[in-house]
T-cell receptor
C-alpha cells in the first residue's frame, strides 16, 4: 500500500510568518511530487510541483524534496490570511504514463491576522 | 474556456437508487480522471481516460460503478444501487498529454457532493 503521510494540523501561524508544511511518502520509486491547496468546499488547486532533489521556488512558495529521506515540504513565506486552507501533498509513481496520484490527508493551515 | 465543469454540484439520494454525474473537461484536454474524496481525507484515484479509452480502473471502483467517455469529450460516472459508504465528493480532473520535457498538470472541477441517505 503506497502511502503519503501528513500532519492533519491545524498549523496556526501569524500573518507574515513562514508556514512549513511537511509530507513523507512510502514508495521509494516515486518520481513526481505535488502540492495542492484546497479551500473548504472547493476543489484542489495545484500550487507547486517538484521532481528533483533540492528546492524549487515560485513567488512566496518553496517546495523542497529529499528523495533519500522520502520527504517533501512546502514553505509559504509572508503568510496571509487568504493562505488559510488545507494543503494536500500528492505523489505520482511515474511508472504509469499518467497521473495516478496518491494524496495525503492534508494539513490544515490557519493564518491569523 | 471555463475550466472543468461538473454537474450536479450536489446530489442527495436514497440508498439503493442509481445516480449519474457528468464532467466536461477543458476543451483541448484529452486526459480525464475521476477521483473520490471523503471528509477529512485526500482524493483517491478511481479511473482514467485517454480520449475515449478507459485505461485504468482502481480497485475502489466496484462493479456498481461505471464510467464512460463516449466521444472523448465529456464523461459520466454512474453508481448503481448506492450505499451510504458511497457518500463523498466525486472530483473530475483533466489534462493534456505533456509535450517534450513538460510535465502533466491536473485541473480539477468543483466536484459533485453525493449524500446517500
Amino acid at each position: 500500500q503506497k502511502e503519503v503521510e501528513q500532519n492533519s494540523g491545524p498549523l496556526s501561524v501569524p500573518e507574515g510568518a513562514i508556514a512549513s508544511l511537511n509530507c513523507t511518502y512510502s514508495d521509494r520509486g516515486s518520481q513526481s511530487f505535488f502540492w495542492y491547496r484546497q479551500y473548504s468546499g472547493k476543489s484542489p488547486e495545484l500550487i507547486m510541483f517538484i521532481y528533483s532533489n533540492g528546492d524549487k521556488e515560485d513567488g512566496r512558495f518553496t517546495a523542497q524534496l529529499n528523495k533519500a529521506s522520502q520527504y517533501v515540504s512546502l514553505l509559504i513565506r509572508d503568510s496571509q490570511p487568504s493562505d488559510s486552507a488545507t494543503y494536500l501533498c500528492a505523489v505520482d509513481s511515474g511508472n504509469t504514463g499518467f497521473q495516478k496520484l496518491v494524496f495525503g490527508t492534508g494539513t490544515r493551515l490557519l493564518v491569523s491576522p | 474556456d471555463t475550466g472543468v465543469s461538473q454537474d450536479p454540484r450536489h446530489k442527495i439520494t436514497k440508498r439503493g437508487q442509481n445516480v449519474t454525474f457528468r464532467c466536461d473537461p477543458i476543451s483541448e484536454h484529452n486526459r480525464l480522471y475521476w477521483y473520490r474524496q471523503t471528509l477529512g481525507q485526500g482524493p483517491e484515484f478511481l479511473t482514467y481516460f485517454q480520449n475515449e479509452a478507459q485505461l485504468e480502473k482502481s480497485r475502489l471502483l466496484s462493479d456498481r460503478f461505471s464510467a464512460e467517455r463516449p466521444k472523448g469529450s465529456f464523461s459520466t460516472l454512474e453508481i448503481q444501487r448506492t450505499e451510504q459508504g458511497d457518500s463523498a465528493m466525486y472530483l473530475c480532473a483533466s489534462s493534456s498529454v505533456p509535450g517534450q520535457g513538460a510535465k502533466e498538470k491536473l485541473f480539477f472541477g468543483s466536484g459533485t457532493q453525493l449524500s446517500v441517505l
